[in-house]
């Protein structure tokens, strides 16, 4: 499936990241984060990602089976296992024209 194209049926994984209260992100995490982000991509589990402007975190979108799956992949998010980052999931159904807008367009 392309990532442009969603059926009705899809779900995606929003993953909500926040910078711990007085923590830093550093250099060698961001490259890790990054590669962690690569691999996902070359799996097609990556939809989207980036940080906020307003915020002091990002948003990771994915492609997983269930939410088990989705709270394993934000578990070896490194921002996640280097303690810099909390994170949040919440499931979200595709709203687009293929799908007519969840069948109310």
């Known amino acids: 499936m392309e990532s442009s194209t969603y059926k009705k049926s899809d779900v995606l994984y929003v993953i909500l990241l926040t910078i711990n209260h ?3 992100l550093t250099e060698p995490v ?8 690569r691999k996902l991509e070359e799996k097609n589990q990556l939809v ?8 002091k975190g990002g948003m990771v979108v994915i492609r997983a089976e269930s939410m088990e799956e989705a709270k394993a992949i934000a ?5 996640i296992t280097s303690g810099l980052e909390s994170y949040e999931i ?8 293929e ?6 367009g």
């Open 22 to 24: 007085g923590k830093k």
């Open 30 to 37: 961001i490259h890790k984060h990054i590669s962690f982000l």
């Open 48 to 55: 989207l990602c980036g940080p906020f402007l307003d915020y």
């Open 75 to 79: 578990e070896s998010d490194p921002f």
């Open 90 to 97: 919440r499931t979200m159904e595709v709203s687009s024209e």
């Open 99 to 104: 799908n007519n807008h969840l069948g109310m």
